[in-house]
C-alpha cells in the first residue's frame, strides 16, 4: 500500500502554495529545459565520487531497501551509495532517467543498526514519495536574485514540515518507535551510542524547556530558527511521538486532526510570534490579545498588580491604564475573534490561547471566572478544550 497519507497536511498544504509562486515556477521551467538537454551529472557524479553498494557487496541493505520500499509502496529502480565522512548523514536526490539514488556516509552505515537504518532509509525515501524534489528550495534560497524574506520563510517553514512526512515515512519502515527516536539523536549528537545511553524521556525534556522559555510573555521563537530548514531533533522526536499516539499508526489513535494540530504547536516554537509580525493576521491576533487579556485579568473585578505587569510584557511599558475602557474592549471581543477567525491558521490562534493563559497565571493562582473567559473565547475560535488545561498546566507537556 502507498503511505501518501502519512504525509503532514502542512507539508501538503504549503507546497501546494509554493508550486504556484512565480519564482518557483520559474526555477522548475529552467531545471525542466537543462533536464530536456541531457542527464544532470548526478549518477556520473556519484559513480566518481562514492562507491555504489551493489546487492552482491552489502545484501543485508538491499533487503531493508526492499522492505522500505514495500512498506512505503515506492516504484522506482534505486541505487544505494556510501562516500566517505565521519558525519551521520544520509540524502536523496532528484531522480535522474528513471533511477533513484540513496547515498549514505560511511559512518552511519558502521553506527546505525537495523530500526535506526531502516528509519533513515524510508526518511529518504519519503522524501521522494511526497514529491518533495518538486520545490527546489536548494535553488531559491541560494539563488541570485535572493528570495524575499517573506518566500525563504515560507519555504523554510514547507521544508520542516516537509521532513516530518519524511520522519512518520520513516517511522513506518522503522515499526520501532525507540529505535526511531534513538537514531533521531545519533544523528543530533553525532554519538555512536557506546558511551552514552539514551534516555529518549530526558531528550524530549528539551521541547519542554524551550516551551518553558519561550511562554516568557512576549517572547517567540529566536529569528535564526525561522529560517532553518530542519526541526530540531528533540522537536522532530516529539512530533514522531504525536505521530505514534495516532490513528496513522495504530488503530484506537488519536484523529489525525489532533496529531496536526499538535504538530502545528511544536512547529510554532522554531516560527515567529504573531507579536512581531507585520501582515494583517498579525495585527487581528495582537488586537484580540489586547483587549482579551484585559477582559480575563479583568474576569473577577479587579486587575491585579502582577496581571498589569505580564499585560505590559506583552505591549509595552505603560500600556496599560485606568482610562482604558474595558467594558467597550469587551464588548469588541466578538469582532476581534471573528477578524482572526478570517485571516489566521489554527496553530496562530492556538498561540493567542496560549499567551491569554500565561495572563491568567500571572498571580500564580487561576480562578474559575479567568479559566471561563479563556474556554469560551477558545471555543468561539474553535480550539479544542484539552489545549486550554495543557496550556494551563504550568509545564506545557503534549502528550
Ligand atoms: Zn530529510
Redo the contacts with the bound molecule.
Keep these: 500500500m502507498n503511505a501518501d497519507h502519512l504525509r503532514s497536511k502542512q507539508d501538503r498544504e504549503i507546497s501546494r502554495q509554493l508550486m504556484e509562486v512565480k519564482e518557483v515556477r520559474r526555477i522548475n521551467e529552467m531545471i525542466e529545459k537543462r533536464e530536456a538537454e541531457g542527464p544532470m551529472g548526478t549518477r556520473r557524479r556519484l559513480l566518481a565520487t562514492s562507491v555504489r553498494l551493489s546487492r552482491g557487496m552489502a545484501p543485508w541493505l538491499h533487503d531493508m531497501a526492499d522492505d522500505c520500499i514495500e512498506k512505503l509502496g515506492v516504484e522506482i529502480p534505486t541505487e544505494l551509495y556510501v562516500y566517505s565522512s565521519p558525519t551521520y548523514n544520509a ?2 536526490v532528484k531522480p535522474e532517467d528513471g533511477r533513484l539514488f540513496i547515498m549514505f556516509s560511511s559512518s552511519l552505515l558502521e553506527a546505525f543498526d537495523e530500526s535506526e537504518l531502516k528509519f533513515v532509509m524510508g ?2 525515501l ?2 521522494y514519495l511526497y514529491g ?1 524534489h518538486d520545490i527546489p528550495i536548494g535553488y531559491l534560497l541560494k539563488g541570485k536574485p535572493r528570495p524575499s524574506p517573506k518566500l525563504a520563510l515560507q519555504l523554510t517553514t514547507w521544508s520542516r514540515y ?2 516530518i512526512s ?2 512518520r515515512a520513516g517511522a513506518h519502515c522503522a515499526q520501532d518507535s525507540i529505535g526511531v527516536a534513538r537514531s533521531l539523536f545519533k544523528l543530533a549528537s553525532g554519538l555512536s551510542g557506546k558511551l552514552v545511553k539514551f534516555n529518549i524521556e530526558e531528550f524530549m525534556q528539551q521541547v519542554d524547556e524551550m516551551q518553558t522559555e519561550d511562554a516568557e510573555p512576549g517572547q517567540g521563537a529566536p529569528q535564526e530558527d525561522w529560517f532553518m530548514t ?1 526541526p530540531f531533533s528533540p522537536l522532530r522526536v516529539r512530533a514522531l511521538r504525536l505521530y505514534d499516539h495516532s490513528v496513522l499508526a495504530k488503530k484506537d489513535g488519536n484523529s489525525v486532526e489532533e496529531l496536526e494540530a499538535g504538530v502545528q504547536v511544536l512547529m510554532t516554537l522554531m516560527e515567529p510570534s504573531y507579536l512581531e509580525g507585520r501582515t494583517d493576521s498579525a495585527e487581528n491576533m495582537r488586537r484580540l490579545l489586547f483587549a482579551a487579556a484585559l477582559s480575563v485579568a479583568n474576569a473577577n473585578g479587579e486587575i491585579s498588580e502582577k496581571e498589569i505587569a505580564v499585560f505590559e510584557k506583552f505591549f509595552g511599558k505603560r500600556s496599560f491604564n485606568e482610562d482604558l475602557n474595558l467594558d467597550r474592549l469587551e464588548q469588541d471581543l466578538t469582532d476581534r475573534v471573528a477578524q482572526v477567525k478570517a485571516t489566521s491558521t489554527v496553530a496562530q490562534r492556538m498561540q493567542v490561547v496560549r499567551d491569554l493563559c500565561t495572563v491568567a497565571r500571572a498571580d500564580n493562582k487561576i480562578n474559575t471566572e479567568e479559566l471561563d473567559v479563556i474556554t469560551s473565547i477558545a471555543d468561539e475560535l474553535e480550539i479544542p478544550a484539552h489545549f486550554v488545561d495543557q496550556a494551563m498546566a504550568l509545564e506545557v507537556k503534549l502528550d
Design positions: 540524502a536523496c526518511h529518504e519519503g522524501h518533495h516537509a521532513e519524511a520522519d530542519h
